[in-house]
């Protein structure tokens, strides 16, 4: 039978060097191009280099494709493909009852089944029998398939991710042109050997799935009805880089990107590093400290500077926060956070740097602090942050995730027509120029670049006064910290209103920041469906908050704080805005929530 799916999710799952994240992106790439709903979910070890064929080294690469806008990669799966008795063991908690499992079926010998610390019948010993079981000798297949093709049995054995994903496509009724293409671009030039192999593989692998008697239903998933354009499908690293690539358009200022390669933000680094042609400039430091004093330096020529790190690579980057707050440069700070703390569990997503982005400098050190909440929003949100670090000449500190950064949806690529102009904030050489002195409206001061003619000063970290003079008067000191305060505060008149999913007043409104959007937004709407009292809030500014925020939880009887960690936000709430009753639903465990964890609280506090 073909059966007409609304949606499915599907797990590809092996070692490190099986090539799921390949296959993954591939299966994630072609249905975007398709036109299904997508989320993605890559699941990377911690490890660098894993013992082969151990739990720890298992690679994992969640798709969920829907006919509709889907919000989450999703919380179980309709199909598991496990390279081997690990990757079945790592993922079999994450079934579906009605879930199929394709195994390689040659990786569940004896040493393999050891590796895993699995038994002789791990089906049983994982409780997985009720599920579709789909064995197949996947490895001595692919060894089959190429036995002609001249290569060596290395390189045949790195083909079997091909094989799977050409079952995959089977099973889904993939169109598999797209991937076609993709072999031809990676192989054409340097190594057109591969081309032919890796398409007959794939193709033997849909054949084979399509002549076993075991895969009994294959299913359609409908394109999803999209606004018209030109969509991509984009990760919220490169979505970033791209938002920063456009503010530099729109504000005429050359980009300059100062980072230390840090897992998961160096992918911004790299998509930067592309685009020389459009005039970007890319700077691969030693260490945190340096990246971020050339972004400082950079700023100071008049450059839309930025710098890029995750967890402990801000902690490294604080004292120079601190100078970029003193001396009131425009400066973009990406924090694409993971599980911490130290170098914790590098390759998971948290949202456990919130303290360290409001409250992680010395003195008296406000600076602008802005969250993404999907990897499409990464763009504008890159974009929003950039203009009102020039425009406001504030340090802001955008955080993402690593589930937002290494995830991927499909991305209306816009006109930059629609996006608004940036506008620096330049000294008129023209006018008397003093360093510090102050727009009366914004508390804005003016960005004096060498080489202006009468705009000479000095920048640094000591006190100084509007004019520029060095100062340690106790009075001037008050006044430079209280206006350093207020013009950041001055930046909520800028930014959008809370905005309401649901009606504006009620029993409970769920309140998210960041990258637990998609999961609380499905979550509330199913909880509605069900006859559920509850609203939505999402944060995309928090410090400073939105102006109307307290207008917004008068309209609730309850207000319930989602997040990845320990209570982050739902403390600064409580500081900020203290007469009100939060309850909280904490997760950290480097995963995203699950859609169902959400309901379960929402129903709770109902």
Known sequence: MVIDAKDVVIRFAGDSGDGMQLTGSL?????????NGLSTFPDYPAEIRAPHGTVSGVSGFQVHIGSEHVNTPGDFCDLLVAMNPAALKANAKWLKRTAMVLLDSDTFDEDGLKRAGLSDDPITELHVEDRVIIAAPITTLTAESLKDSGLDRKTIAKCKNMFTLGMACYIYNRPMEYIFQYLERKFGKKKP??????????????????????????????????????YRNMTGNQAAA??????????????????????????ILEELAIHKSLGAKTFQAEDEIAGICTAIGAAFAGNLAVTTTSGPGLSLKSEALGLAVMTELPLVVIDVQRAGPSTGIPTKTEQTDLNQALYGRNGECPMVVM???????????????AKIAVEHMTPVLLLTEGFLGNGSEPWKIPSMKDYPKITPQFARPDLPYKP?????????????????????????????NHAGVLSSDPQNHEMMVA?????????????????????????????GWGGTYGHV?????QARSEGADVSFAQFDYIFPLPKNTAEVFAGYDKILVCELNSGHFVNYLRGVLPQFTYSQLNKVQGQPFLVQEIVSAIKANL
């Open 483 to 511: 206006e350093r305060a207020a013009k950041v505060q001055k930046v909520a008149d800028f930014i959008p209103e809370l905005k309401v999913d649901g009606q504006k007043s009620g029993k409970l409104l769920v309140v």
């Open 436 to 464: 510090f002195e102050r727009d009366p409206e914004t508390l804005v001061r003016k960005w004096a670049i060498p080489g202006m003619a009468g705009c000479e000063h000095r920048v640094g970290g000591l006190e100084k």
């Open 371 to 385: 969250a993404a909440h999907s990897p499409a929003d990464c763009f504008d949100a890159a974009f929003n942050a």
């Open 27 to 35: 299966f994630a790439d072609m249905s975007a191009i398709f036109g």
């Open 521 to 525: 937004l499905s979550a509330v709407q």
């Open 193 to 230: 050997e591969m081309i032919e192999p890796n398409v007959k593989v794939l193709k033997d692998g849909f054949n084979y799935a399509a002549n076993i008697q075991a895969i009994a239903n294959t299913y359609t998933i409908d394109p999803s009805a999209q606004e018209k354009g030109l």
């Open 242 to 267: 791209w938002g920063l690539l456009a503010a530099s358009e729109k504000s005429g200022l050359p980009l300059f990107c100062g980072s230390y390669p840090i897992t998961p933000a160096t992918g």
